[in-house]
């Protein structure tokens, strides 16, 4: 199938393209580089302009008030969100409509190139290469872990230019199909409804997402992959010219090269792919542990109750932890998840100030829905207040 994006790549933008593409051995760089600087710009744009400007016109009680970095993770979030639906929804349409990816053998899912399928890299790679950029400019926000994740993610799928089973890359994009949920647990949080019904009902729709697409999903391709490559690292090679001009889908082999698999370019493939998936399940368990520790059983909420209903008279103040690391890939779904840590700290009121409390620490708002005055503390603050 070809590229069903319906602008071509420039004319100039491929020239200048080429010469990094050949030294990297990227040769279908050029045909998708208009699309990985679209995403990107695309991403940039949102982040700095769109997702304020909204975000601030939906929410001006809640997002105009909120710490600085707090901001950041808020709109970091609103493009995770855009980024996860419009690429697994592309992913899910090529997979759907390209008639070729059904007739590929082992050969063509290693070696083989598919337009369609360099769309989804070029749109994936455009994200990741945005990711990298955004850790960059804030690594003290966002952690070492997020910019070395960045890295490996935009190398990995760097590899489909190779090509290198660029028929995977639709396949495995549909991790992000858990993505939305987890960016909805996390804004539940900073719009006041943690504990909701309607977070509850996220949270089981996350789960099930993350098991479905991750776990299982993501298990059976991964083993498939496996047999690919491996197939690969043992062949002896083919004869590529006759391939080319005289067997069905010589298009798709058109630049597959004689010889097997380069073992570095196996190990990195596999090896990555191993840590996400246990990465993977680590998470899961995690994210199973988080949504006990925020959902209490009848008799715990029932004191809750009995606790809430001391805001009207008691003047108690609401602290709330928020994770300040921006784990945004998708990648770190625990730290996302934690982001969301659902003990409430409940403090007397004492005069109209918090000691020690500034736009680095934590932030003041008004929850009107409950008369209170809402104390969002970073986690770092959280742990030293909380007794």
């Known amino acids: 199938m070809h590229d069903p994006f319906p602008v071509p790549p420039p004319t100039f ?24 600087l679209l995403a990107t710009c695309t991403y940039q744009l949102i982040c700095t302009v769109v997702a304020p400007i909204l975000s601030s016109y939906f ?12 901001r950041l993770n808020w709109d970091v979030h609103v493009v995770s969100m855009v980024q996860s639906i419009v690429v697994n929804g592309l992913a899910l349409w090529v997979m759907w409509v390209d008639e070729e990816r059904g007739a590929m053998g082992w050969e063509e899912r290693v070696w083989g190139y598919d337009g369609a399928g360099g769309m989804i890299q070029g749109f994936a ?22 910019l070395a994740h960045a890295v490996a993610a935009l190398v990995v799928f760097s590899l489909g230019f190779r090509p290198f089973v660029n028929f995977y890359g639709p396949t495995f994009i549909l991790y992000e199909l858990s993505s939305p949920f987890l960016n909805m647990h996390w804004f539940f949080d900073k719009v006041h409804m943690t504990g909701s019904r309607a977070q509850w009902y996220n949270g089981i729709l996350l789960l099930a997402s993350f098991f479905s697409c991750r776990l299982v999903w993501g298990t059976y391709q991964s083993i498939r992959v496996y047999q690919d490559v491996w197939a690969g690292l043992h062949h002896a090679g083919f004869p590529t010219s006759k391939r080319l001009e005289d067997e069905p889908g010589a298009d798709v082999m058109r630049f597959a090269k004689e010889g ?17 998936n246990t990465l993977n399940f680590y998470w899961f368990g995690k994210m199973i542990e988080t949504v006990k520790k925020r959902f209490r059983t009848p008799r715990q909420e029932g004191s809750r109750g009995a606790a809430a209903g001391q805001h009207a008279t008691g003047g108690v103040i609401i602290v709330e932890g928020t994770e300040m690391d921006g784990g945004e890939d998708e990648a770190d779904e625990k730290s996302a998840m934690e982001a969301a840590d659902g003990d409430l700290l409940q403090q007397q009121k004492h005069g109209a100030g918090i000691a020690g409390l500034g736009d680095e620490n934590g932030s003041v708002t008004i929850d009107p ?6 104390i969002q503390l970073h986690k770092t603050e959280v742990r030293k207040r909380k007794v």
Do not use: Q
């Open 369 to 374: 829905a409950r008369g209170t005055h809402v």
């Open 125 to 146: 790679a455009g994200y990741f290469l945005w990711d990298l950029l955004v850790c960059l400019r804030w690594v003290d926000v966002f952690g070492w872990g997020m």
């Open 260 to 276: 097997s698999v380069p073992v570095w370019l196996a190990c990195t493939y596999l090896g990555s792919n191993v840590v996400l």
């Open 59 to 70: 929410f001006p009680r809640i997002y105009p008030t909120l710490p600085r970095r707090t």
């Open 13 to 36: 933008l491929k020239s200048l393209t080429t010469p990094i593409a050949t030294a990297l051995s990227l040769p279908t760089l050029p045909l998708h580089i208009h699309e990985l």
